[in-house]
Every structure is written in C-alpha cells, then in structure tokens.
C-alpha cells in the first residue's frame, strides 16, 4: 500500500510539471492558433497511441501473469502428489522393515535350535551316535533311524536356507523402495526449485504490470492536460473568427459578408478533414501471423541415442551426457544433439510437442511424472536420469503415475 500511495503521489507530481511546462495560448492570430491547435493535436494523437500501446503491453502481462498462475497451481499440485507418494514409500519402508526383523529373528531362531539339537547328537561322541543305531530292534528299524537322523538335518538346512532366501529378498525389496523414495524426493527438489523460479518471474511481472499502471495513468494526464489545451485553442480560434467576421461585416457590410462566411467555413472544413484522416490512420491494424512447426520421424534414433548414456552419473543442475545431468537436462541434451531445442525445466517439457495416450507410445517421446521425465524406449520402458546413486538408467514406464506423454518428433 505503501508503494502505491508513493507511486500516485508521482504520477500527481508529473502531471504538474507537465501543466507547467505546456505553454498558455499567447497567439493573437487564427492562423497561429490554428498552427499550435495542430501541434497539439498531433500530440495528442501521439500519446494516445502510446495509451494504446501500454495497454496492450500490460494486458499481454495480465495474461503471462495468468499462465504463471496456473502453472503455480499444477506445480503445487505435483509437490502435493509427490509428498503422498513419498508418505506412502516411506510406509513400505517401515513395513518393509518389521517383515525384515521377523525374518532374520527366524532365522536365528532355526539356527539355534539345529545348534541344540547337533550338540544333543554330538555331546557324548561317537557311543551316544552307535548306541542309536545298535538299539535298533532291526536293520529296518536302523534304517529308519539312519533316514531320521538325515531328514532332520536335510530339514534343518533347508528351512534355514529359505530363511536366508526370505531375508535377501526382503532386504532387495527394503533397497528398491528406499531407492524408489530417493528418486521421488530428487523430483520434489526440482519441482521446488522450479517453483521458486515461477515465484520470481511472476513478482517481476507483477511489478511490470504496476509499472504500466503508473506510465498509463501519466499518459492519460498528458492526454487529458491537451484535450483541455485543444479546447482552449478552439474556443479562441471561434472568437477570432467570430470578431474577425464582424469587423469584415462592418467594412465590408453585405458584400463582403458572404466571403467571411466562406473563408471560416473553409478553415472549419480543413481542420476537419485533417483530423478524420489522422483518426482513419489510428483505425488501421495488422494481424501477427502465428508460427507453426512440425516433426520428423526420428524417434527411434533418439531412444537409441539415449541408451548409449546408461550408467552415466545424475548431477543436480547438469544437461551434460558424459559429465552429468539431471532428468530434465538429460531430455533437453539428448533432444539438442538432434536440433530440437527443449525447455530446461521438467515442468515446462511436459507441455512441448502434442499429447499422445500410453497405447499410442512410441520410442523417443517424452514421458512426464510429475517433477520427473523420461524418454520412451518401447516394450514399456523408459531411460532417464533417477538420482545420484543410480545415475542414468532404463525403468519400467509405468513406475510411476503418468501425467501426460508429449510428442515432439
């Protein structure tokens, strides 16, 4: 409120100066003042075209102004998406865990007990083992015995191997869905980081938009102060014209009377014309012609292309495919090295080229998530670049929820 009280006090202030330093009418003659209604009219015309022009401007902000907001909200959308996803995998992860523990404590809980029982067989050495085979009633009761004694152990090793099987496979699932929750908080960063970006073009904007407030109001008092100045010139030049009849009335009386009236009529009929033509000019617009673009059939070559980058490192902020990139600039690099030129941020790709559904997928298009994007590669895979600690890698499309597929080439 501050800025804008201070904002209005200077468009007053200028407005001032400018009724200061237009001059008062001081020509005594019509043809003067017709000469300084001219001037100023052509002024006037001046800055109504600078009017114009502002208010062109300062709509086309309104409406960038617009745009930012919207891609405010899906940005803030995505976050909140990416959060509950986050939420969720960090639930896996806990749940992941519990599965883990009772796993490993069975596992130790199997070991022991065929401890106690080796240590039962063994304790008292070789009589004890002869005497279970000696109080055998039979060679088929031995046998029988012989069969235990092996089942038993065949039992213990192999439900102590499934145990061991239980606890890797556990632990693989706890390393994907602790990788998976790195990937998703890599892509709220970056939606973070675009945000702020959209936060601070949209306040310059918003400062422009003021700025255009204020010209625009200058320029209407400037409009207004020659309005008034034209009036007060043509006011005059009636009264001069006015005088100047009576006094040819007067000499000339009812001869000359006809040829004033026509001499103030050719000058009413002169400024008139002067000023529709100047209106007719204001009138006349053109039409900007809107670009059009279209693309080629490359985009096997670019999935292709893409693929020979896999292993290579993730780097925050990067769009180099030896030295690093981030998901975005892996997409804009491997896209520029075709001569297509992308947007930098994730946000702004899932908007290029034209949308196409996940049944019409084709290798080289480009798959948006929500603060992430891959390139498609066909049979349901995507490369992009995940995170630091995988680096640029081939994934499975539907990992993920799809926001849209985009279609440049």
């Not at 959308?77 to 996803?85: F, G, M, R, S, V």
């Not at 001069?240 to 007067?250: N, Q, S, T």
């Amino acid at each position: 409120m501050k800025r804008r009280y201070i904002q209005a006090v200077c468009v007053m202030l200028s407005f001032i100066m400018f009724l200061l330093m237009v001059d008062p009418v001081w020509a005594t003659t019509i043809s003067d003042l017709q000469n300084e209604l001219k001037k100023n009219q052509s002024q006037l015309n001046n800055v109504n075209q600078q009017i114009s022009d502002y208010k062109g401007a300062q709509a086309d902000i309104g409406e960038e102004i617009e745009e930012l907001d919207s891609e405010m909200v899906a940005l803030l959308t995505d976050i909140n998406l990416i959060e509950e996803a986050i939420a969720d995998k960090e639930e896996d992860i806990a749940q992941t865990q519990i599965e883990y523990d009772a796993a490993v404590a069975d596992k130790e809980e199997q070991y022991e007990s065929m401890k106690i029982r080796i240590q039962f067989m063994y304790e008292k050495g070789e009589t004890s083992y002869l005497q279970l085979f000696f109080g055998a009633e039979s060679m088929s009761d031995m046998m029988n015995k012989a069969n235990y004694v092996e089942e038993l152990y065949e039992y213990d090793r192999t439900l102590l191997e499934q145990y061991e099987a239980t606890v890797q496979q556990v632990a693989e699932l706890q390393d994907t869905l602790e990788e998976e929750k790195s990937e998703l908080e890599t892509s709220k960063t970056e939606l973070e980081e675009e945000q702020a970006y959209v936060e601070e073009v949209l306040a310059q904007k918003q400062q422009e938009y003021e700025n255009y407030g204020v010209v625009l109001a200058k320029a209407k008092q400037e409009a207004a102060a020659y309005t008034a100045k034209i009036k007060q010139e043509t006011a005059q030049i009636k009264k001069l014209e006015e005088e100047e009849r009576k006094r040819r009335e007067e000499e000339e009386r009812k001869k000359k009377e006809q040829e004033a009236l026509l001499a103030s009529q050719s000058d009413g009929d002169s400024d008139e014309d002067s000023s529709d033509r100047e209106e007719q000019e204001e009138e006349k617009k053109e039409e900007t012609p809107k670009a059009s673009s279209s693309g080629g059939g490359k985009g096997q070559q670019i999935a292709d292309f893409a693929c020979k980058y896999i292993g290579y490192p993730y780097v925050a902020g990067g769009t180099s495919l030896t030295n690093g990139a981030d998901c975005s600039g892996f997409v804009m690099a491997v896209y520029q090295a075709f001569g297509y030129s992308l947007p930098r941020s994730s946000y702004a790709q899932s908007g290029v080229g034209k949308s196409v559904s996940y049944s019409e997928a084709q290798p080289g298009d480009i798959i948006y998530y929500g603060g992430h994007v891959g390139i498609y590669i066909g049979n349901g895979q995507i490369v992009h670049a995940s995170t630091e600690r995988t680096g640029i890698k081939i994934t499975s499309a539907t990992y993920r929820s799809i926001i849209t597929i985009r279609r440049v080439v």
